[in-house]
């Protein structure tokens, strides 16, 4: 009982082929559950990744969303070397953190992006629903809209 010798009367090559085949049967499920864990981990990187990710925009939106506030507040203030200093270094912060200008100027409105304030009358060889001015500029965060921008539209 449970005694693997060969029979004596058993081809000791179809013994060996029957190991092979176990070894090889062995070996690619040992190769299929392998890639499978691979695939598992992989995809609970990409998820933690998106969370990680999702945690940080939620948390940090709302707070680059004010500093983008603050930034009209002192491209509106009087100009003088400070506070152009002040906004210069804000402008910067933003950057480094993923924050990008919506300066739409000249350009096809787009609601996903744009609000509209206002539309203005078309001029000669302006084509209409295209920007015409911008009053508060919009904010992206990577590719997530912080702010839209509000502009005038030609009509």
Do not use: N
Request: aromatic share 4%.
């Amino acid at each position: 009982m449970g005694d693997l010798s060969p029979e004596p009367d058993e081809d000791p090559l179809a013994e060996l082929t029957r190991e092979v085949a176990a070894l090889r049967d062995l070996f690619q499920r040992r190769l299929l559950e392998d890639r499978e864990r691979r695939r598992l981990y992989d995809e609970l990187h990409e998820q933690l990744q998106w969370a990680r990710d999702g945690l940080s925009r939620q948390v940090l939106a709302p707070l680059l969303q004010e500093l983008c506030l603050i930034v009209d507040r002192l491209d509106s203030a009087p100009e003088d070397e400070f506070t152009d200093s002040i906004r210069a270094e804000l402008v910067e912060v933003l950057e480094r953190r993923g924050v990008t200008a919506i300066l739409p100027h000249g350009k096809p409105f787009d609601p996903a992006h744009h609000e509209a304030t206002g539309t203005e009358p078309t001029g000669d060889g302006q084509l209409p629903g295209v920007v015409v001015a911008v009053q508060r500029p919009g904010y992206l965060l990577g590719d997530t809209l912080l702010r839209p921008a509000r502009v005038v539209v030609s009509a």
